[in-house]
């Protein structure tokens, strides 16, 4: 295995960690579906002109250019735009981070019965751990959310909950139905279907308002280029790749290394549960993605 494709999950990680800060310093500025509904649609339009320039092949047949879109809209505008919308209402980061722990769960619970892939329990046991880590992890993000607060966001935690039942679901069809063609190409059509599906969405609980400035400008550009472009190409490579189990398994790390970027770019505190977790979280993660 070349030293390219080893640095392929570090990459990853890296990439999707910086989505929390983007999350954050977007939502000061603008509304979070129609920074994403723009985030979609520039993202699409530079990746159409890179395989446009290269002269990518692209999709020929309806059905392939259909799974295509499904999986964006699961993987990008029901996912991204559940779980922002539901941090700009009221649910905790740290709720929000453990929750998102739940799709690496359920995706090795549920890679059996869908795809026919094998748990060992060396997996099974990397999973759980990686779950316990995130918990140490965002643990102090919890402390002091006082249990009443949870009743005034009922309806923010049920969409941010299937949110993750999205992306799971995306994760599967993209292994099943999106494995073959050119990823310049169907990338292209997922942000398309993305941004399409996200309008309603945007109609309905979103508006159109937007204080562009360097900041939200900077922040739109990270977020095309480095996770829309980089963050999600690598992901989607892991699940070419691999089992979507060990894929899911390396989004456990997410919020440890946003945790270190906080620290480093922020000043916020680690605590030693923090740390604990983190080493936790790493050993998990290292029994879910190893080779058998």
Excluded: C
């Excluded at 900041?215 to 280029?225: D, F, G, I, K, P």
């Amino acid at each position: 295995m070349s030293l390219a494709v080893r640095a392929v999950p570090l990459l990853f990680v890296l990439a999707w960690s910086t989505g929390w800060i983007v999350a954050g310093f977007s939502a000061r500025h603008a509304d979070p579906l129609w920074f994403l509904f723009l985030r979609f649609a520039l993202a699409a339009a530079v990746i159409a002109a890179i395989a446009f320039t290269m002269r990518a092949p692209w999709p020929r047949s309806g059905r392939e250019i259909g799974h295509a879109m499904m999986s964006g809209v699961l993987l990008h505008a029901l996912y991204l735009g559940g779980v922002w919308w539901a941090v700009r209402n009221g649910v905790p980061s740290g709720v929000s981070g453990i929750m998102a722990g739940l799709q690496p769960v359920m995706t090795a619970l549920l890679a059996p019965a869908i795809l026919g892939e094998k748990l060992s329990l060396r997996q099974g046991v990397g999973v759980a751990l990686g779950f316990a880590g995130i918990v140490l992890v965002l643990m102090p993000k919890l402390v002091g959310v006082a249990p009443a607060a949870f009743d005034a966001i009922v309806t923010p935690l049920v969409v941010n909950f299937f949110a993750m039942v999205a992306v799971t679901a995306g994760t599967f069809y993209q292994k099943r139905f999106v494995s073959g063609g050119d990823m310049r190409t169907t990338t292209t059509l997922q942000y398309v279907a993305a941004a399409i599906a996200i309008l309603p969405l945007l109609a309905l609980f979103g508006r159109v308002e937007a204080e562009w400035n360097q900041t939200l400008v900077l922040t739109m550009a990270w977020s095309v280029l480095a996770l829309s472009v980089g963050g999600i190409g690598l992901f989607l490579y892991l699940i070419r790749r691999g089992e979507v189990s060990r894929a899911a398994a390396y989004i456990y790390l997410v919020p440890a290394v946003s945790a270190l970027m906080a620290y480093l770019f922020f000043g916020e505190t680690l605590t030693v549960t923090q740390l604990v977790g983190m080493a936790v979280t790493a050993v998990g993660v290292w029994l879910a993605t190893r080779p058998a």
